[in-house]
């Protein structure tokens, strides 16, 4: 029986890793289905990690240390699926891709999420060279210079926004001309001088060079007409997918409570509604997507894991 089960091994799973070891827990198996490191290794460079400041270095890069670091106190990798998570008595069992069951005495639930893709022409050859689904990771490598948003959400007017104050300008794209957005956040897009707004328009074709991104062909669905737009990045959000998978039961049901878009509801201690199963980073409601505060909440998730272990 484990004392903790880990799953996922971005920075929250690492972290509850490095923490609940070296806090004395002996039997932690982080259950990671592919090469630990999570999202941030698909990003070309990372600069808004404190301590972390290397010009030029990847997400990779970025990651590499932690590995070392965070299984130094014990922690056990194993690279595997997990299927389902479910609580039996008082104890959790884990199934994993090959059909074996382990048991835990406690869950640290951390698979965080996965920003949508348009399935747009030069969307996979450009991605980290122009096209970006995160704004505060990279719209500071376009400081002062011309870039679009894809979408009509929340987000996408947020980002936008969030955008204005960096980029000389920005053009939000949208397939329909009414937005998904609250309504105050539409008002304080429009009156933003620097934002202009290209509705009713799709995006056919994203365009660049061994440089990167350089412009996009705009289908414009009301004359029909395609349109050239120079810009050099595209950010593009149009939803996010929660890694929610391994907390709905057989029925289909989640084991512990969520919210309408699947993110898992936690408290500031990161329990989950179930006893014993907490969750950590992206996968939890109003994560702001960001490896510090991934990292953080895998150390609050751990720290409790302790405390509960103890109670
Ligand atoms: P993730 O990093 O998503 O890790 C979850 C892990 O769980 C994955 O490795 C996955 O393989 C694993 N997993 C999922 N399901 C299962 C399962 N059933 N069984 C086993 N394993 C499973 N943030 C910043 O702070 N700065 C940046 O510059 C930055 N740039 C980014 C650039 C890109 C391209 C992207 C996509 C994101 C970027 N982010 C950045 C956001 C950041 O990467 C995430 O907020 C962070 O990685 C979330 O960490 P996490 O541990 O919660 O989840
Ligand atoms: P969202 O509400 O699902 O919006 C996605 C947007 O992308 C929609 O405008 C959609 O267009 C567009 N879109 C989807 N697929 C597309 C494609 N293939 N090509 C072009 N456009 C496409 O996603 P979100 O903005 O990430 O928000 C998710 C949820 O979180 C929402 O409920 C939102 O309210 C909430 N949220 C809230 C806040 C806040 O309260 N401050 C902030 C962020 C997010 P259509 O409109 O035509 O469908």
Known sequence: MLDCAIIGGGPAGLTAGLYTTRGGLKDVVMFEM???????????????YPGFFQKGKSGMDFMDTWQ????????RHEMKRVERVSKKGRYFELILEDNSRVEAKSVIVATGSTPKRADIKGEDEFFGRGVSTCATCDGFFYKDREVAVLGGGDT????????SNICSKVYLIHRRDEFRAAPSTIERVKNTPNI?????????????DSMG???LTLKNLNSGNLENLDIDGIFIFVGHNVNNEVIKGEDENFICDVNEYGQVIVDLRMRTSLEGLFCAGDLRVDAPKQVVCAAGDGATSALEVISYLQN
């Open 34 to 48: 592919g090469l630990p490191g999570g999202q941030i290794t698909q990003s070309s460079e990372i600069e808004n």
């Open 68 to 75: 070392e670091q965070c299984f130094s106190f014990g922690l």
């Open 156 to 163: 996408a007017l947020e980002e936008a926004h969030y955008l």
């Open 196 to 208: 202009e707004l290209l509705t009713s328009r799709t995006i056919e074709e994203i365009r660049g």
């Open 213 to 215: 991104v350089n412009g």
